[in-house]
């Protein structure tokens, strides 16, 4: 069992920034990790995600060139660097652990996903 915990979201305004994490309670370097996100009336969509090497990273087109995501296994945490947020960022943002069976899984966001955090807001003034 892997719990998620996820923290650093808040109010920021248009073209600001903001790191999440995302920690998990026990060894998760065999799992693949991904940060998904809702907005209100929405479903929740993935946003970017990372293989238990962090040698592929995926992200959504709308995302690209302005989030990052990256792990620290010896830490068990799991980060999104978001830059250039835009109001349309805003949602509510969760983390998520799956095992990864198979390489490059993580690319078209493939990778089954079986623990989730309970998320953290993010919002983005205009």
């Known amino acids: 069992q892997v719990q998620l915990v996820e923290s650093g979201g808040g109010l920021v305004q248009a073209g600001g920034s903001l790191t999440l994490s995302c920690a998990a309670s026990?060894?998760?370097?065999?799992?693949?990790m991904g940060w998904f996100r809702q907005a209100p009336g929405k479903e929740r969509d993935p946003v970017a995600a990372?293989?238990?090497?962090?040698?592929?990273?995926y992200y959504t087109d709308s995302v690209k060139g302005r989030f990052t995501i990256s792990r620290d296994n010896a830490k068990n945490t799991v980060y999104l660097q978001m830059n250039s947020l835009k109001p349309e960022d805003t949602a509510v943002y969760y983390c998520a652990a799956g095992l990864q069976y198979r390489p490059g899984s993580v690319i078209g966001f493939r990778q089954r996903y079986d623990y989730w955090g309970q998320g953290t807001q993010v919002t983005v003034s205009s």
């Open positions: 026990g060894p998760t370097s065999t799992y693949a």
């Open positions: 990372i293989s238990w090497s962090a040698i592929d990273t």
